[in-house]
């Protein structure tokens, strides 16, 4: 019996663990954002220089709101701000 309780208790732990991932996606349209949301959006995580090429970057790709999220891509974003430009991403926003 007592095993049974340990092998339920291990299962229990597990499916929570794995129920905690970071696996989240969103579901949005591409009028959600635009080129310069999605400036706004990382500004406080990158450096004038990153921040810089995103600015300029806008015009050659004609505002293309998943090109700025492709862009601003970067290690030094929030989690969450990483999963909105995913999102904008797999969108395919033009």
């Given at each position: 019996?007592?095993?049974i309780?340990?092998v339920?208790?291990?299962?229990i732990?597990?499916?929570t663990?794995?129920g905690?991932e970071?696996?989240?996606?969103?579901?949005?349209?591409c009028?959600?954002?635009?080129?310069s949301d999605?400036?706004?959006l990382?500004?406080?995580?990158?450096?004038?220089?990153l921040?810089?090429?995103l600015?300029m970057?806008?015009?050659?790709s004609?505002?293309?709101?998943?090109a700025?999220a492709?862009?601003?891509m970067d290690?030094s974003l929030?989690?969450?701000?990483k999963l909105?430009?995913?999102a904008?991403?797999?969108?395919?926003?033009?």
């Open positions: 019996m007592k095993n309780i340990t339920f208790i291990i299962f732990f597990s499916v663990a794995s905690t970071n696996n989240r996606t969103l579901n949005m349209t009028q959600d954002y635009n080129w999605v400036e706004t990382v500004q406080p995580y990158l450096d004038d220089v921040f810089t090429a600015v970057q806008g015009q050659s004609n505002y293309n709101v998943s700025a492709a862009q601003a290690n929030h989690d969450t701000i909105i430009l995913k904008l991403i797999d969108a395919d926003c033009k």
